[in-house]
Every structure is written in structure tokens, then in C-alpha cells.
């Protein structure tokens, strides 16, 4: 059965309440301040040696949770494939909602920041240095300004969870299934080829097809790198579910690109990190089929960049 194919991977989500320290402005999507924020704190936490650029010069044969969890494409295994993105990082920070028409996020004096972190597969048993990393992040502050949060409550699941776990409490919520909304909660980042993704242009468009490829791709890596790889059998049951995205066509399409920009410490430049935002409806009788698949999607996000917390999407009725 599909669903078991799922068993394998565990995951582990926190929430982290922060409290502003001082009146502050953030960007719209936080999510790429509170992910440079953590990778600049998890080195500081982690690092034994200090060293700057540790990607190309640590020679420390010390298993490190900062190389492991931040640079995972560095040394973790990417030389089996082509490129290096094609190695996922094993966590994804979950940034507040984003409003696209909203350009900044104040905070006064005392009031509340929540984010929450999803550590995947063997990465759930480095809770104590993410832990240690946000209180971290809080003294360091965010912002070029530094300005500093305290940290005032820190959520867990008590234990790690299986994606199959999960994805069977979602399966409760859906009866007679021949119509389903998906709805992309943050910016979704589908690459066609170097610089172009899917709905940057006409010529690009979602497809069903293309949306269950990548939600297999994703979690046929994440299994593989920081899970269990899947089986032959596991393999072909994926891939007799791609022979029927024939039989599921699209309706009621919402869909727009969202434009927005990130600074890249290490290129030293704005960079574009925009993506589809919306909904899209498919219909279609074999939609049960795919459905464990798309409420892992709810999980694990899709795309690139889900560690900034782009990529996450909601199935609906």
C-alpha cells in the first residue's frame, strides 16, 4: 500500500514564541531573515574551530550538526548525484502567514514573533542544538540593526512522528473524493531550467503532472538522505501513480506569480525569490489515489528554498 511507503520518515515540529525586545519592522516573508539568522546562530553554537568558511577549509573529522543540518549538500553525499540542490536540507523554518499585499511586519515593544522549525528524518535528534540556536538567535538579534527578541515559549510534539502517522489523521477529513483544492500558503518555486520556474511566465504553467513529480522527487530524496531509501516495490507504486495524472485535470485555476527579493550574504546581492501564490483545483475520480501523496506535500513542502519556508501548501475539500 502507498501510505506505508511513508512509515519510514519521521519528523519533529517546534514552535518558538519570540518577544520584541524593542519596536522593529520586518520584511513581509520572514522567512528569509529567520533562516540567515539560524545558520549564522547554529554555526556559532556547533563550530569547534571557528573557522569562516568551513564548506572548503574545516578538516575536523568531528561530526558536525551545523554541516549536517545548514551545508548539507557540502559533504553529505551529493556526489552520488548531479547537483548539489538536488540534496535536501533535513529542516524547514515555518515563518508567520505571509500577507502579499502587506510590504512590512511591525512589531512594538513586548510583542509576539511565533515561527516554527520541522526537523526531518535523523535531524530530529539535534533538537538540542536548534534549541540552543534560537535562544541564540534571540541575543544576536535580527535585522542589519541586530535587534535583539527573548525567547518566552517553546512548543514540541513530544516525540518524532511518521509522515504515515500524520498523513493518516489529514485522511479523516476527506470523504468521497472527486474534487480537491490545493492552496499555496508561501511563494512555490518549480524549476523548469537554470533561472526560470513554473508560472514566472505564459509559457510555464502548473500541471497536476508536474505537481505529483515533485512531490514524489521530494520525498524520494528526503528518504534517501536523511530517512530510509524506498524500495524497488516503493519505487514502481510511485510510478504506476504517475500513469494515471492523465486522468486528473484542472479547474478553477487562482493562481499569480509573487514577487519579492532576498539578500545572499555569500554572493553579496539581491536576489529574485519570487513563486506562484493562489489556489488551483483538479478534478477528477483517481484523485483518492494521490491524495496521501499531496497531504505529505502538507508536510514537507515542494519546490526549492522550502528551508526559508517556501513551498508550503494545504490540501482543502
Known amino acids: 500500500m502507498l501510505l506505508d511507503s511513508f512509515a519510514s520518515l519521521e519528523l519533529l ?57 545548514f551545508e548539507t549538500a557540502s559533504r553529505s553525499g551529493a556526489k552520488h548525484l548531479q547537483k548539489q540542490e538536488d540534496t535536501p536540507n533535513p529542516y524547514m523554518i515555518v515563518p508567520p502567514s505571509l500577507n502579499p499585499s502587506e510590504k512590512l511586519k511591525r512589531f512594538a515593544e513586548g510583542e509576539k514573533l511565533s515561527f516554527g522549525i520541522k526537523l526531518i ?20 538579534g535580527l535585522t542589519v540593526k541586530r535587534i535583539p527578541f527573548q525567547l518566552s515559549e517553546i512548543k514540541q510534539t513530544s516525540k518524532p512522528e511518521s509522515l504515515k502517522s500524520l498523513i493518516e489523521k489529514r485522511l479523516a477529513d476527506f470523504n468521497n473524493l472527486t474534487q480537491l483544492k490545493v492552496e499555496f500558503l508561501t511563494p512555490l518555486r518549480l524549476r523548469t531550467s537554470r533561472d526560470i520556474y513554473v508560472g514566472m511566465n505564459a509559457e510555464t504553467k502548473l500541471t497536476f503532472d508536474l505537481l505529483v513529480k515533485n512531490l514524489i522527487r521530494r520525498f524520494s530524496l528526503l528518504s534517501r538522505f ?74 514537507l513542502s515542494i519546490g526549492a528554498s522550502t528551508t526559508f519556508g517556501l513551498g508550503r501548501l494545504q490540501i482543502l475539500e
Open 13 to 69: 515540529s517546534i514552535e518558538f514564541e519570540l518577544l520584541a525586545c524593542q519596536q522593529v519592522s520586518l520584511p513581509s516573508f520572514l522567512g528569509t531573515s529567520l533562516r540567515g539568522a539560524f545558520g549564522e546562530s547554529l554555526k556559532q553554537v556547533t563550530c569547534v574551530k571557528g573557522i569562516i568558511n568551513c564548506t572548503n577549509y574545516c578538516t575536523s573529522e568531528v561530526f558536525c550538526p551545523y554541516d549536517y543540518l
Open 121 to 140: 528524518g535523523k535531524a530530529c535528534d539535534y533538537l538540542p542544538y536548534v534549541i540552543e540556536t534560537v535562544k541564540e538567535l534571540c541575543q544576536k
Open 226 to 299: 536523511h530517512g530510509k531509501e524506498l524500495s524497488l516495490r516503493e519505487i514502481e507504486s510511485f510510478n504506476g501513480l504517475l500513469s494515471l495524472t492523465s486522468s486528473i485535470s484542472s479547474t478553477n485555476e487562482n493562481i499569480y506569480w509573487f514577487d519579492t527579493e532576498r539578500y545572499s550574504n555569500r554572493q553579496r546581492a539581491r536576489l529574485r525569490f519570487g513563486g506562484l501564490m493562489g489556489h488551483i483545483s483538479f478534478i477528477g475520480k483517481a484523485l483518492e489515489e494521490f491524495l496521501p501523496l499531496l497531504l505529505a506535500g502538507e508536510y
